[in-house]
């Protein structure tokens, strides 16, 4: 199994993100306001100030939040009539890994993810190594995953959720809590996914790296574009 295979290009037609005039409110609060965007690309930035509903619209793809109204749909499923495709479909990395960490070993933690999809022993264990191998885990696998680096837990994070094989993978902030060299590290390995990845980032250098660039602030999105114009509109806006 490759996980980090760069492939250049869109995805046909159906295999894109729909979002169509999605509103979500939040308590007293309009969190989204009127979100249309229709993304066939296979890596994409969403970049904005605190606060203004990038998280949001990320839980959105993997219905975690539905819209309160509008539509949005992942690779042909809507997230408000067919969950349990769009959830096996989206895989999804947090913030701070050790929120998604559950096992006590590198190995047993990526093993976990597949307790439930039918495989023999022999099968979960080809499918994991072969998952750390290109993480560059392997030779951690039978380590205590708290032990890791931070950069080193947030790609094991990564691979956990990656060897069930979603189409689409969604990051919110994954490099946060990362250094320079990790966040640089992490940013390269989800750029490189075969998967169409969504990162939300407050680093610039890692939404450089996308093929487009989604600004949002105060639950709409302003600009979105290239990395190069986006990021500038971006910058200008926080000026
Ligand atoms: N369950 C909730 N109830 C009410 N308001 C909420 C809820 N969840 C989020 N909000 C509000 O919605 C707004 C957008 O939140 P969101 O987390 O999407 O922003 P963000 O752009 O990801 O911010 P950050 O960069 O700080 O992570 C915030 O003002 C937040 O306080």
Redesign the pocket.
Known sequence: MRLFTRRTGQHPVDERIVLDDVHVR????D?LRGVTLDLPERRIAVV??????????ARLLNGLVLPTGGSVRVHGHDTADDGAAVRRAVGFVFTDPDAQIIMPTVAEDVAYSLRRHGLSRAEVDDRVAAALDQVGLAEHRDHPAHLLSGGQKQLLALTSVLVTGPAVLVA??PTTLLDLRNTRDVGRRLWDLDQQVVV?T?DLDVAAGAQRVLV?DE?RVVADDAPGPALAAYRRRMA
Not at 26 to 29: H, N
């Open positions: 939040l308590g007293e609060r969190v904005g100030a605190n606060g203004s509903g990038k998280s949001t619209l919110d902030e939300v407050h949002v639950g």
